[in-house]
């Protein structure tokens, strides 16, 4: 078992930043590689980012590139996303999850954190 939490979200106005945290614990957190997700209301949930298990590949959404970093320090068990340049269109609730592949698809990631609300102001 991987226990996620998110933490970092919030309510900011367009154009601002914002930094989420996850924090794993249970099985060794290098085994895998780990995404962030958000899903708006009334929409499915949509790949953000996701980072190998050592970092050095990494992936994103069209619609966050050039504005969001994700990162791991797997000496804190912990994945962030750097949001920058953020838009009305980026509110969303945002989770981590941890899957065994480096893959965009929701359904291959096996455990997922709470979610943290992310509301962007125009």
Not at 58 to 66: I, L, M, R
Not at 92 to 109: D, E, H, K, L, Q
Request: overall charge positive; hydrophobic content about 35%; proline content about 2%.
């Amino acid at each position: 078992q991987v226990q996620l939490v998110e933490s970092g979200g919030g309510l900011v106005q367009a154009g601002g930043s914002l930094r989420l945290s996850c924090a794993a614990s249970g099985r060794t957190f290098t085994n895998y590689v780990m995404g962030w997700f958000r899903q708006a209301p009334g929409k499915e949930r949509e790949s953000v980012a996701r980072i190998s298990w050592s970092g050095p590949d990494t992936a994103y959404a069209d619609s966050v590139k050039g504005r969001f970093t994700i990162s791991r320090d797997n000496a804190k068990n912990t994945v962030y996303l750097q949001m920058n340049s953020l838009k009305p269109e980026d509110t969303a609730v945002y989770f981590c999850a941890a899957s065994r592949i480096f893959t965009a698809r929701s359904t291959y990631y096996d455990y997922w954190g709470q979610g943290t609300q992310v509301t962007v102001s125009s």
